[in-house]
């Protein structure tokens, strides 16, 4: 298992676990052409000053991360997914490690996210690793929120 920094060869196989997770896992209604960042990934996340990151297992993207730079020296976690196959395999933990490290190598102050109630196992995952849960009325105020997204989660570094 290795954590690289995205690269474009395999932008078609990214959008392809992200879009079969939020799909066949979890029965979210959305399309790839719901999330054109996942298009455009090296303008969207790391042109910004923020990164995105894949889990490799070979060849084969098993998971990825990523953060978007926001004002006041904070981040947002975005596209945080690894495959079912893949987890209890120490993979998600590895790719917030690695997102972790590039926040505070390059000076950030704190990472926040947005999840929903039903990802559960991922809310624990989150807390194991102190993020801790806040209103989104204490969130930056260009944190990119989503629509569902009705949990709200602050790590600081």
Do not use: C
């Not at 455009?40 to 042109?47: M, N, R, V």
């Not at 060849?59 to 730079?69: N, P």
């Not at 590895?94 to 999840?115: H, M, P, R, S, V």
């Not at 209103?135 to 989503?146: L, R, Y």
Request: proline share 3%; net charge negative; glycine share 6%.
């Amino acid at each position: 298992m290795e954590i690289i920094e995205y690269q474009e060869p395999y932008k078609m196989q990214v959008a392809d676990v992200i879009t079969k997770i939020q799909q066949e896992e979890f029965h979210i209604a959305i399309t790839l052409e719901d999330q054109p960042d996942l298009l455009e990934i090296q303008e969207f996340y790391i042109a910004g000053g923020g990164n995105f990151w894949l889990a490799m297992d070979g060849d084969q993207v098993v998971g990825t991360i990523a953060l978007i730079r926001l004002e006041n020296r904070n981040l947002a976690l975005r596209k945080m997914f690894v495959k079912k196959e893949y987890r209890r395999h120490k993979v998600g933990q590895l790719l917030l490690d690695t997102a972790t490290k590039f926040a505070k190598e390059n000076g950030y102050k704190a990472i926040y996210l947005g999840t929903i109630t039903t990802f559960e196992a991922a809310i624990a995952f989150y807390k194991k690793n102190e993020f801790e849960a806040l209103a989104i009325t204490e969130f930056p105020a260009d944190f990119p929120v989503v629509a569902v997204d009705n949990v709200f989660l602050k790590k600081e570094l």
